[in-house]
DNA sequence: AGCACA
């Protein structure tokens, strides 16, 4: 198994993303991909040498994360399958909520990697590169409180969380700009939800991703989860 | 391949 015997963890640990998209439009499109196991605290990724293509995404929840990381394994990706495991430890937001955070052991914890970074400088008597990168808070967006079912990522899409006033002419207005759009289904009997069906699940993704938390009014963030088969 | 919180 690719989680290995990491053990459960809220976070997971995404690796083999693809290093051309930048750091910022990776974590919204991280963020709007994943929002539909549940709500998300934090969205981590670094472009460091050693920190590239991985990034963390860190769930309220540990059933959301478990549902993640089976359903979007090897999910394409800005081409690229995505691999996803537990992360090994505690995010620090995570940390900083239960009260474990603790300043002086993480600057130690600083230290020490940077001790060895500089050990392994010396060993390989070369001159490297060094690159840098800031980041700051994540993105926060409504999303669903409470957990969710768990469905593979699929051509179709589910919208909830639509005012009354949304009628599927807007709704195709809003997602015929992504390719493979094929038709919205409103049904009259529910309001509020509507179905948006795509020609493959890839397609279906990059309109969630695109759309995902989408405002029609400002009281209405829209939901996009894939559609239950 | 690579597990951090700039």
Redesign the pocket.
């Given at each position: 198994m690719l989680?290995?015997d990491?053990p459960p963890?809220q976070?997971i640990?995404i690796?083999?993303?693809n290093?051309k998209v930048k750091k910022e439009e990776l974590k919204r499109s991280l963020y709007a991909l994943f929002s539909q196991y549940g709500r998300i605290m934090?969205v981590?990724a670094?472009k460091?040498?050693?920190?590239?293509?991985?990034a963390?995404v860190?769930f309220m929840e540990v059933t959301a994360a478990s549902n993640a990381v089976r359903q979007m394994q090897n999910f394409p990706f800005y081409d690229k399958p995505m691999?996803i495991?537990?992360?090994?430890?505690?995010?620090?937001?995570?940390?900083k909520e239960d009260g474990s955070y603790d300043k002086k052991k993480?600057l130690e914890?600083?230290a020490e990697?940077k001790q060895r970074a500089e050990e392994a400088q010396q060993s390989s008597r070369a001159n490297g590169a060094t690159a840098?990168?800031?980041?700051?808070?994540a993105p926060f967006r409504q999303g669903k409180p409470s957990v969710k079912e768990t469905v593979a990522p699929n051509n179709i899409l589910f919208i909830e969380n639509l005012p009354y006033e949304a009628t599927s002419m807007m709704l195709e207005m809003l997602f015929q700009q992504y390719p493979g759009f094929r038709e919205v289904r409103m049904i009259e009997a529910k309001p509020g939800i509507a179905f948006v069906e795509f020609e493959d699940d890839q397609q279906s993704s990059m309109a969630m991703q695109a759309l995902q938390g989408f405002k029609i009014t400002p009281q209405n963030p829209m939901t996009i989860t894939f559609a239950k088969k």
């Open positions: 989680t290995g990491i963890n976070t640990y690796k083999n993303l290093e934090d981590v670094l460091t040498p050693k920190l590239r293509g991985q963390w860190v691999r495991q537990y992360a090994k430890t505690k995010s620090d937001c995570v940390a993480k914890e600083k990697r840098e990168n800031g980041g700051s808070a």
